[in-house]
């Protein structure tokens, strides 16, 4: 008998604002500035892409560009995009 399977989707798996932000802290302090872009398409597809996108000012469409794999979103789209998801940036010493 085959097993079937079928691809994970770490989208599908943070369901509280807190699974979010362990995410993408992990994200943002083990992996490269791709990986955080593609932590927070992870997250914004997470809590809706629409929601995000509205709440950061910006079109659906926008957002799902300046997040794709060959995205390059400004640092004004990621802050705004960090803020609708009930985020902040800040700055901290090592």
């Known amino acids: 008998m085959m097993i079937k399977t079928k691809p994970f989707d770490v989208a599908e798996h943070l369901e509280t604002d807190e699974d979010v932000w362990e995410f993408l802290a992990e994200a943002l302090a083990t ?4 990986d955080f872009i593609h932590a927070l398409n992870t997250a914004a597809r997470a809590k809706g892409m629409a929601e995000v996108a509205g709440q ?16 390059n979103p400004r640092f004004e789209t990621i802050s705004k995009i960090v803020e609708a998801l009930g985020g902040r940036l800040s700055i901290a010493g090592r």
């Open 31 to 34: 992996g490269t500035t791709s």
């Open 56 to 71: 950061a000012g910006v079109t659906r469409a926008s957002l799902y560009k300046s997040l794709a794999e060959d995205g």
